[in-house]
């Protein structure tokens, strides 16, 4: 298991990580931690709702996304 997995272009960080663009899948290690139920994948920003029931969000914030 590589845990979560990412590609494409991050332009705005939406993969969590400051890796730049990327064909191939990488791994997401901050996202092993978390007990994660269902992730959900933006053009700009990503969510993950947790087993408890709770959301986080990363990626593009410029106009309050992730708040």
Request: proline letters at 6%; hydrophobic letters at 30%; charged letters at 15%.
């Amino acid at each position: 298991n590589q845990g979560y997995l990412v590609s494409g272009s991050n332009s705005s960080f939406e993969f969590g990580m400051y890796h730049a663009d990327t064909d191939k899948p990488v791994p997401v290690p901050s996202l092993n931690e978390l007990p994660i139920e269902q992730i959900y994948a933006g053009g700009w920003h990503c969510y993950s709702k947790l087993r408890d029931g709770t959301f986080v969000g990363w990626g593009y914030n410029k106009v309050c996304f992730c708040a």
